[in-house]
C-alpha cells in the first residue's frame, strides 16, 4: 500500500512495463525504440489509452501463471496465435514488429470493431505483466538518466520498488528531453487502458462501481470500451454528489481521491481519457485536426466548440464532465496547473494534497485567489492570465460547471431557463430571474449566482461573458470602438450609451442583467475596485479581494464610499480624487435603472409594486418613487432622499437627463459642465435656461420634475441647503419642507427689512440663495403646492390650455382673478401682494422685460425695478411687449393700494383719515377694487393730501387718464359705455387718453349713474391738475410754455392761469388749447349742475376750482360786506328794543 501512497496511479510504473516488454524484454531494444521516436508515433495521430476487455478477477492470476516470465519477456505479439487474425484485419503491417504499436492499434480501434475474446486476455496480461519485470527502471533510468539527473526529487528515489518512474510520471511536465517525455507518456498510456492496472483503484471503488451500477469488474462481461465508461461513470456519480442531486450516492473519499488523479493524470493528452477519446474521437478530427495532442491542448480545443452546432451530444456531454471535474480541481487541467503553478505558490493559493478535494483545489478558489493578486496589483504571469481567461469564459458559457447553481437554482432552470443551456443563455437566463424581471428567486439560487459571477470576473474583461459579447459587439464596433479590446472601459461604456439610439435591444438586457450583480459587489468592478482599495480600506475596514465580512458585506462598503464622496474639507475623511471620479461614474450608471442600485431595490420593493407598477420605461420608477416620497414607508423613503439628496449635489448622476439636456448645457452651461467637481451648479444653470430654444422637451420636464422633487425637503437643494442650513435650524426649526422654509426665511427677511432692523436674522449667504430659490420656484406654479392646490379647480376650468413653466398658469391666473373661487383668489391676491414688494420675484416681469431692465435700470435696487420701468414705459426704446407687461402691472396695482408699496408708505397716514368707511366694509383678502385710490383721487382734487401722497396720486392720475384700464373704478361702471360709446378708441393698440376723452365728450349720453359719477370725477380731477388731461395738455402744451411757465403745476395753478389767459383779450391762445378750454368749462358748468357739492368743502373746492374763481369771489366778498353793514344795523334795532323791554 505504500507504493501505491508514493505512486497513486501506478500508471506510471505500468506505463513503462508496457515500453519494456513490447521491445522483446532487451533493454537495449527498448533504449533504441526510445531513442527514436517516430516508431512510438500512434498512427491514429498520437498516444492512446488502453481499453482492454476484462477478466473476471479470479482468473487473472491463472492467466499470468499462463504466461511464464521468460516468454513473457520475449514474447511478440504479431506472432501469438490468438491475435493473428484481428492484428492482420485492424492493423499496418509495418507496425507488427513493433509491441507497442500493436497494442495502441488494438487498442485505439474504432468502438463498433471488435477482438477476439482470447486476443483481448492475452493483450492484458502482456500489460500486467509488465510491472513486475524487473527491467522496468532499467529503462527509465537508460532512457531518462539527464532527466533524473536534473530532478532532484526523483534523483533521490530508491531503485526497484517503483518509486522512481512514479515520480518521472508526477513531473513529467518538466521533463524537456524528448526521448524520456515520449516514453514516460508511452507508459503511461498503458495505465490507462484499465482501471484495474492502477494500483489500489479496483480496491478503494469496488464498493462506488457496484452501488452506482458503473458495470462489472468480472471478465468478459463487458467489451473493451467499457473500462473507460466506468471510470466516466465514477466521475459523473462524483458530480452528481457535488450537485446534490436527489438520490446521489456519496462516493467515499478514498475513491474520490483516485477518481481525481486519474483525470489529472490524464489531462495533459486527451487519449488518456479513455471514454472522452472514443466520445469525442470524430469531433477531434472535425475541430481540432490540426491540434497536436499534448499538454491538454485538444482539450482546450474540444472545449472552445463545445457548443457548437456540429458538436455530437455525446462529445459536448463527455467534455462537460471533465469540466466539472476541472471546476472540482484545477489540476484536472493540465494546462492550468502547468501555466499557474508558480504562480499559486508565489501567492499561497496552493491546495493541501494531503485532503481529498480540498478547498484550495477547487477552480474558483485558485480564480479567486489569483484574480485577487491581479486587482491588488501583483504580477500574474501572461500565460496564467491567459489560462485564467479561458476557464473564466467556461464557468459563464456553462451554468452546469457551478454545482451550487445547479443544485439551488434548479427550480428556476425548470420554470424560466429550460431549454437556453447553450452559450450562457442559461445563466442570463437566471441573471434576469434574479434581477425580478421573471418572478421571485431563491436567495440561494442569487447567492450561487452571485459567487459565480465573482469566480468569473466578467467585469474585468467583458469577452468572459459570451452572451454579452455576441449581443453586444456591434454596439462596441460603433461607440466604443476607441477602447482597446478587453478593456475593463468597455463595460462602462456600453453603460454610458444605455437607452441610446447606438445600443440595440439584445444587448441591453444582457448588459442589465451582469450589471445587476456587478452592482451588487464594488470588488466586481475592477476599475473602481484598483482606484478605491485604499480608501475602502482605510474608511470602510475592507478585507482582500476575494475575502469578506459579515460586519462590512460588499454590498455595504460602495454605500460607505459614497458616503465619504461628498463630504466637505470641514467634515474630513474624504475620498481621494481618483476614487472619487469613480464613484461618480457608478453612480451615473446606477441612476439608468432602479434595480442596478441594491439598497435601493431592497428597501423599496413593496413601494416599487405599490406606487410604481406601470412605470417601465427608463428613469421612471426613481422619478415615481421621488414623486410619491411622502407616502414611501420610511426605509425606503430614507433612501429615496439620500439618493436625491446626492443628486442635488452632482445632479449628473442623472445620466438619462443629462443626455436628454446636452444642447441646453453645450450651448449654455458647458464650463459648469466641465467642472470636475459640480457643487449644484449645472442643475442651478439648467433651470435658469430652462426656456431657451435650446431646450427640447424632455430636458425641460426632467428638469421641472427635479425642481419638483426639490419641494419636498429643503435637503434636496444642495446649494440651499448648504447656505442655509445654520439658519433653518436656528429660525426655522421643525420644518422640513422646502417651500415652508423658504417662506419662514423670506418672512423674516422681509420682516426685518420693513422693520428697519438693525441686523439681518438671515445670513448674507443664505439671503443670496433664497433669492435664487424664490425666483426658481415663481416660475412654476406646481413649485409652490399650497397655491398649486388653491388653484388647481380654476387651472382646469380656466387655464386647462396653459402650460406649466414660464409663470404662464400664474399669469393666466391672474388675468382672470374676477372669475377664481375665493380660496385660489385670496392666493393670488397674496402671491401679487409678495411680488409688487419684490418685483424681482416676479417671474414674467423680469422674463419679458429682461432686455429692458438691462437697458433703463441697471443702477436701481430690485424693489425698484418696476418702478423704474414705469417710468421709462413711454420711451421710444421701451419694447412693445414690455410695455404692455407693464400696463398690466400698473392695472394690477391700482386695484389696490396694497398692492402699491411705494403709495402704501407715502399715504399712510391719509388713507385712513379719509377712507376709513371703505376700510371698514374690506376684508383682508379681499380686493378693493380701486376705491380707496378713487378715494384719494377726489381728496386730490380737494388738495387735502399729504405732499408725499399727493405726488403719488398725481402719478396714478396721469398714467390712468391715458390708459382707462388703469382705473379699475371706470372700468368696472363705464364698460357697457365704453363698448357702445368708444368702440374704436377701446380698440386702439396704444392708449392716450382718447376713450376717456371720448366719455367726457359723451357724457350727456351716457345713462348710467356709476358711469357718469365716474366721468365727472375724471373732471373734476383734471380741474386740479391739467397734466390729468392728457388731450387738453397736449393741446395747450405751447400755450402753458409762453403764458404759464414760471407757475409750478399741482393744485389747479396751471389750469388757472390757462383760465385767465383764456379771459384776457389781450393774451391770442392757439387754437385748438383755446377750443379745448372752452369744451372744459362747458363739460364743468354741466358737471356742476349734475353733480353739485356734497358740502362746503367740495363747495370751497369747486369755487376755488372755477374759472370764474375771481368774479365769485367777489361777489361772495361784497355779499359778506352787505350782510355786515346790514348787521350792525340790525343789532342796533335789536339791542334797543332789548333795552326798552327791560326798563318796562
Known amino acids: 500500500m505504500a507504493d501505491c501512497i508514493r505512486v497513486p496511479l501506478l500508471l506510471l510504473l505500468m506505463c513503462i512495463l508496457s515500453f519494456l516488454h513490447p521491445i522483446h524484454g532487451d533493454i537495449n531494444a527498448i533504449a533504441k525504440l526510445a531513442a527514436k521516436p517516430d516508431n512510438l508515433q500512434n498512427p491514429a495521430g498520437g498516444p492512446g489509452l488502453v481499453a482492454v476487455n476484462p477478466v473476471a478477477v479470479e482468473r487473472i492470476p491463472v492467466a499470468v501463471a499462463s504466461l511464464p516470465r521468460k516468454r513473457s519477456a520475449g514474447l511478440k505479439l504479431s506472432e501469438e496465435a490468438v491475435c493473428r487474425e484481428d492484428l492482420t484485419r485492424l492493423c499496418p503491417k509495418h507496425s507488427w514488429n513493433n509491441n507497442l504499436a500493436v497494442l495502441e492499434c488494438l487498442q485505439d480501434r474504432k468502438e463498433e470493431t471488435e477482438i477476439a475474446a482470447e486476443c483481448n486476455h492475452l493483450l492484458w496480461s502482456f500489460k500486467l505483466n509488465l510491472t513486475t519485470d524487473p527491467k522496468f527502471e532499467s529503462v527509465a533510468v537508460e532512457v531518462c538518466k539527464n532527466t533524473i539527473s536534473e530532478i532532484k526529487e526523483c534523483a533521490r528515489e530508491e531503485l526497484g520498488k517503483g518509486f522512481l518512474i512514479s515520480c518521472l510520471v508526477d513531473h513529467r511536465g518538466n521533463i524537456s528531453d524528448y526521448q524520456c517525455n515520449q516514453y514516460i507518456t508511452k507508459m503511461t498510456t498503458i495505465i490507462f487502458s484499465d482501471f484495474r492496472l492502477i494500483c489500489g483503484f479496483t480496491e478503494k471503488c469496488r464498493e462506488d462501481i457496484e452501488a452506482l451500477r458503473c458495470g462489472s469488474i468480472s471478465t468478459g462481461e463487458k467489451d473493451i470500451h467499457s473500462q473507460g465508461e466506468v471510470i466516466a461513470c465514477l466521475e459523473k456519480g462524483l458530480v452528481r454528489e457535488a450537485e446534490k442531486q436527489p438520490g446521489a450516492h456519496t462516493i467515499k473519499d478514498e475513491c474520490k481521491k483516485s477518481i481525481m488523479r486519474v483525470a489529472e493524470l490524464s489531462s495533459d493528452d486527451f487519449h488518456l481519457d479513455r471514454y472522452l477519446y472514443f466520445a469525442c474521437r470524430e469531433d477531434r478530427e472535425r475541430f481540432c485536426e ?25 462529445c459536448r456531454e463527455a467534455l462537460t464532465t471533465r469540466q466539472k471535474l476541472i471546476a472540482q480541481d484545477y489540476k484536472v487541467s493540465y494546462s492550468l496547473a502547468k501555466a499557474c503553478k508558480s504562480d499559486l505558490r508565489k501567492y499561497r493559493c496552493s491546495a493541501d494534497s494531503s485532503m ?113 459579447n455576441e449581443a453586444c459587439e456591434s454596439v462596441i464596433q460603433t461607440a466604443c470602438k476607441h477602447i482597446r479590446n478587453g478593456d475593463p472601459m468597455i463595460l462602462s461604456c456600453l453603460m454610458e450609451h444605455l437607452y441610446t439610439e ?92 432602479v434595480k442596478l442600485d441594491p439598497e435601493l431595490q431592497r428597501r423599496c420593493m413593496t413601494d416599487l409594486g405599490k406606487w410604481c407598477s406601470e412605470k417601465t420605461e427608463a428613469g421612471q420608477e426613481l422619478e415615481c418613487l421621488q414623486d410619491h416620497l411622502e407616502d414611501l414607508m420610511v426605509g425606503c423613503r430614507e433612501v429615496v432622499g439620500n439618493l436625491t439628496e446626492l443628486e442635488s449635489e452632482d445632479i449628473q448622476i442623472e445620466a438619462l437627463l443629462m443626455r436628454a439636456c446636452e444642447p441646453v448645457i453645450q450651448a449654455h452651461c458647458h464650463e459648469v459642465a466641465d467642472n470636475q467637481i459640480d457643487t449644484g451648479d449645472l442643475m442651478e444653470c439648467l433651470v435658469q435656461n430652462k426656456h431657451q430654444k435650446e431646450m427640447n422637451e424632455k430636458c425641460a420636464v426632467g428638469v421641472t420634475h427635479f425642481q419638483l422633487i426639490q419641494i419636498k425637503d429643503f435637503r434636496f ?89 414660464n409663470a404662464q398658469v400664474t399669469e393666466c391666473l391672474k388675468e382672470n382673478k374676477n372669475q377664481l373661487t375665493q380660496r385660489c383668489h385670496q392666493r393670488i391676491f397674496k402671491l401679487q401682494e409678495v411680488e409688487m414688494v419684490d418685483p424681482e420675484l416676479d417671474y414674467q416681469l423680469m422674463r419679458v422685460c429682461k432686455h429692458m431692465i438691462r437697458r433703463f435700470c441697471t443702477e436701481s435696487e430690485g424693489k425698484n425695478i418696476l418702478q423704474c420701468l414705469k417710468q421709462n414705459k413711454n420711451s421710444e426704446l421701451m419694447d412693445p411687449k414690455c410695455k404692455q407687461m407693464i400696463t398690466k402691472r400698473q392695472i394690477t ?148 410754455k409762453h403764458q404759464c411757465a414760471a407757475i409750478p403745476p399741482g393744485r389747479g395753478r396751471q389750469m388757472s392761469c390757462l383760465m385767465e389767459a383764456l379771459q384776457d383779450k389781450r393774451v391770442r391762445l392757439q387754437p385748438e388749447c383755446k377750443k379745448r378750454l372752452q369744451d372744459r368749462i362747458d363739460m364743468w358748468s354741466y358737471a356742476a349742475k349734475v353733480a353739485p357739492a356734497e358740502g362746503f368743502s367740495d363747495l370751497a373746492m369747486q369755487v376755488m376750482t372755477s374759472p370764474s374763481k375771481n368774479y365769485i369771489l367777489t361777489v361772495i366778498g361784497a355779499g359778506v360786506a352787505l350782510l355786515f353793514l346790514m348787521g350792525l344795523l340790525c343789532g342796533r334795532f335789536t339791542k334797543r328794543v332789548t333795552q326798552e323791554l327791560k326798563d318796562r
Open 356 to 468: 481529498p478535494r480540498a478547498r484550495e483545489a477547487r477552480l474558483s478558489y485558485l480564480l479567486l485567489c489569483l484574480e485577487s493578486a491581479v486587482h491588488r496589483g501583483r504580477v500574474v504571469n501572461g500565460e496564467c492570465q491567459g489560462e485564467m481567461m479561458d476557464y473564466r469564459r467556461m464557468l459563464m458559457e456553462d451554468f452546469s460547471l457551478s454545482p451550487e447553481i445547479v443544485l439551488h437554482c434548479r427550480s428556476e432552470i425548470e420554470g424560466h431557463c429550460a431549454g437556453l443551456h447553450r452559450k450562457g443563455r442559461t445563466l442570463h437566463c437566471l441573471m434576469r430571474v434574479g434581477r425580478g424581471d421573471m418572478g421571485a428567486i431563491d436567495p440561494n439560487c442569487q447567492k450561487a449566482l452571485q459567487t459565480l459571477i465573482q469566480e468569473a470576473d466578467p467585469g474585468a474583461d467583458y469577452r468572459i461573458d459570451r452572451a454579452l
Open 717 to 805: 437643494s444642495y446649494k440651499f441647503k448648504t447656505a442655509c442650513k445654520e439658519d433653518v435650524l436656528k429660525l426655522c426649526p421643525n420644518i422640513k419642507k422646502k417651500v415652508d422654509v423658504v417662506i419662514c426665511l423670506s418672512t423674516t427677511v422681509r420682516n426685518d427689512t420693513l422693520q428697519d432692523a438693525k441686523e439681518q436674522r438671515v445670513s448674507v449667504k443664505c439671503r443670496k440663495q433664497l433669492r435664487v430659490e424664490e425666483v426658481e420656484m415663481s416660475e412654476d406654479i406646481r413649485l409652490e403646492p399650497e397655491l398649486y392646490d388653491s388653484c388647481k379647480q380654476d387651472i382646469n376650468r380656466l387655464c386647462q390650455n396653459v402650460a406649466f413653466g
Open 502 to 593: 447606438k445600443m440595440v435591444e439584445d444587448c441591453e438586457h444582457r448588459l442589465l442583467e451582469l450589471q445587476y450583480f456587478i452592482a451588487r459587489d464594488w470588488k466586481l468592478d475592477p476599475i473602481m475596485y484598483k482606484k478605491c482599495q485604499g480608501d475602502a480600506s482605510r474608511l470602510c475596514h475592507t478585507h482582500g479581494w476575494n475575502e469578506t465580512s459579515e460586519m462590512m458585506p460588499p454590498g455595504a462598503i460602495f454605500s460607505c464610499l459614497y458616503r465619504h464622496a461628498y463630504r466637505s474639507v470641514e467634515q474630513g475623511r474624504r475620498l481621494s480624487r481618483d476614487c472619487k471620479v469613480e464613484v461618480q461614474r457608478i453612480l451615473h450608471q446606477r441612476a439608468l435603472d
Open 893 to 1040: 396695482q391700482n386695484t389696490d393700494y396694497r398692492l402699491n408699496p411705494v403709495l402704501r408708505k407715502a399715504c399712510k397716514a391719509d388713507i385712513p383719515k379719509f377712507c376709513q368707511p371703505i376700510l371698514n366694509k374690506a376684508t383682508p383678502d379681499s380686493e378693493l377694487e380701486g376705491q380707496v385710490i378713487a378715494c384719494l383721487k377726489l381728496k386730490y382734487a380737494d388738495q387735502r393730501l399729504s405732499p408725499d401722497c399727493e405726488d403719488q396720486i398725481r402719478v396714478i392720475l396721469q398714467e390712468s387718464a391715458l390708459d382707462y384700464r388703469l382705473d379699475p373704478q371706470l372700468q368696472l361702471h363705464c364698460t357697457q359705455e365704453i363698448s357702445t360709446l368708444c368702440p374704436e378708441e377701446a380698440a386702439a393698440q396704444e392708449q392716450t387718453g382718447q376713450v376717456e376723452e371720448c366719455l367726457k365728450v359723451n357724457l350727456l349720453k351716457i345713462k348710467q349713474d356709476a358711469c357718469k359719477k365716474e366721468v365727472l370725477n375724471m373732471l373734476k380731477e383734471s380741474k386740479a391738475d391739467i397734466f390729468v388731461d392728457p388731450v387738453l395738455h397736449t393741446a395747450c402744451a405751447l400755450d402753458i
Open 290 to 314: 490540426n491540434t497536436l495532442a499534448g499538454e491538454g491542448r485538444v482539450y482546450k480545443c474540444l472545449f472552445n466548440h463545445k457548443f457548437e452546432e456540429a458538436m455530437s451530444e455525446r
